[in-house]
């Protein structure tokens, strides 16, 4: 138990930044109609269930488009 407590520093703040992340572009994916590839289905379920980072960054980086 006090291995946890020693990256509770670490881990705290990676999380508070990937739920930001995950509500900055589950917002984009709603507000917007157009992307790269794929549909807007596509993007929430990717965006969902590789929420630890890589489901968005995947958005931003191949389904985001150049409006």
Known sequence: MEKL???LPIIIPLAIVELIL???VLHHIFTHD???HG???LWVIVSIIGMEFIGPILY???G???E
């Open 5 to 7: 407590k020693d990256f």
């Open 22 to 24: 995950l509500v900055y």
């Open 34 to 36: 157009t992307y790269k």
């Open 39 to 41: 549909n807007r289905t």
């Open 60 to 62: 931003l980086v191949l």
């Open 64 to 66: 985001k488009s150049e």
